[in-house]
């Protein structure tokens, strides 16, 4: 992990297209701002967090489950 050590107006560039800059510092909390393009998405790292496990438990399939939805479906009539 890189530490930099910034002050209030001061920023770093990551890439060719992402600027942080240090918008305020309070009560120890450090307010950023982000120029990047819209394209980027960019998250809180509680939320990303949370994106990527539900993500997670979406991708595993309990078989159990899907042999109950199979029962209960209708199968089609040929024409």
């Known amino acids: 992990m890189l530490v930099l050590?910034?002050?209030i107006g001061e920023g770093i560039v990551i890439g060719d297209d992402v600027t942080i800059t240090v918008v305020?510092?309070?009560?120890?909390?450090?307010?950023?701002?982000?120029?990047a393009p819209q394209s980027k998405k960019i998250y809180r790292q509680e939320i990303y967090n949370r994106i990527?496990?539900?993500?997670?438990?979406?991708s595993h399939w309990n078989m159990?489950?899907?042999d109950s939805i199979s029962d209960n479906l209708t199968p089609r009539k040929k024409k």
């Open 5 to 7: 050590t910034r002050k």
């Open 24 to 35: 305020e510092t309070k009560g120890g909390n450090v307010r950023i701002g982000i120029d």
């Open 52 to 58: 990527v496990e539900e993500n997670r438990g979406a």
């Open 64 to 66: 159990n489950d899907l």
